[in-house]
T-cell receptor, first 114, second 116 residues
Framework: AQSVTQPDIHITVSEGASLELRCNYSYGATPYLFWYVQSPGQGLQLLLK??????LVQGIKGFEAEFKRSQSSFNLRKPSVHWSDAAEYFC????????????FGTGTRLQVML | GAVVSQHPSRVICKSGTSVKIECRSL??????MFWYRQFPKQSLMLMAT?????????EQGVEKDKFLINHASLTLSTLTVTSAHPEDSSFYIC????????????FGQGTRLTVV
């Protein structure tokens, strides 16, 4: 069965610094991969997704992620973090080869220091 | 496009009562909807898959008699938490996908349920 690991529970960065959030997945075939952001008490906002093609994916709010099959990773990056990026970030993989039924990682809470 | 609306956004109910949460696809027809639960400071866990016109498929460990799911139309799925108890307090969020192909699902804004 597929699974998602987000090794970092909590990350703190200074505003303006670069950011990388790690995500490793377990799935035998090419996965459907997603990154979502959740502000406190709010729903999920899709940042970006990977289905196929170019392994470097651009998303909203200046985020990007790179799919690396050899490392089973889909790390999220941003070159310069803004205070408003403070939130919970979830990586997800489609269950059983679907793009709609998702298995989520445990999340990474991002704190931004001013 | 691809807007999914959940109602209510917050609900408080007394222990032992039932509460219904609605998930609507506003601008597309959703043959399949998914219900997730998120406990405080935890991840989202899939509860069930709801297919229009048929019985829902529940994930292992989810009580189907407690969490009743109805998907009677192509734009509406409901989750009813029956005989709610404080341990059912959680954030419930739905997602919906349109028919045809292997497409992604779109999430509603979630419902915060508090059972007192």
């Amino acid at each position: 069965a597929q699974s998602v690991t987000q090794p970092d529970i909590h990350i703190t960065v200074s505003e303006g610094a670069s950011l990388e959030l790690r995500c490793n997945y377990s799935y035998g075939a090419t996965p459907y991969l997603f990154w979502y952001v959740q502000s406190p008490g709010q729903g999920l906002q899709l940042l970006l997704k990977y289905f196929s093609g170019d392994t470097l994916v651009q998303g909203i709010k200046g985020f990007e992620a790179e799919f690396k099959r050899s490392q089973s990773s889909f790390n999220l990056r941003k070159p310069s973090v803004h205070w408003s990026d403070a939130a919970e970030y979830f990586c997800a993989v489609g269950k059983a080869g679907t793009a709609s039924k998702l298995t989520f990682g445990t999340g990474t809470r991002l704190q931004v220091m001013l | 496009g691809a807007v999914v609306s959940q109602h209510p956004s917050r609900v408080i109910c007394k222990s032992g009562t039932s509460v219904k949460i609605e998930c609507r696809s506003l601008d597309f027809q959703a043959t399949t909807m998914f219900w997730y639960r998120q406990f405080p400071k935890q991840s989202l866990m899939l509860m069930a898959t709801s297919n229009e016109g048929s019985k829902a498929t529940y994930e292992q460990g989810v009580e189907k008699d407690k969490f009743l799911i109805n998907h009677a139309s192509l734009t509406l799925s409901t989750l009813t938490v029956t005989s709610a108890h404080p341990e059912d307090s959680s954030f419930y969020i739905c997602s919906a996908r349109s028919p045809g192909g292997n497409t992604e699902a779109f999430f509603g804004q979630g419902t915060r349920l508090t059972v007192v």
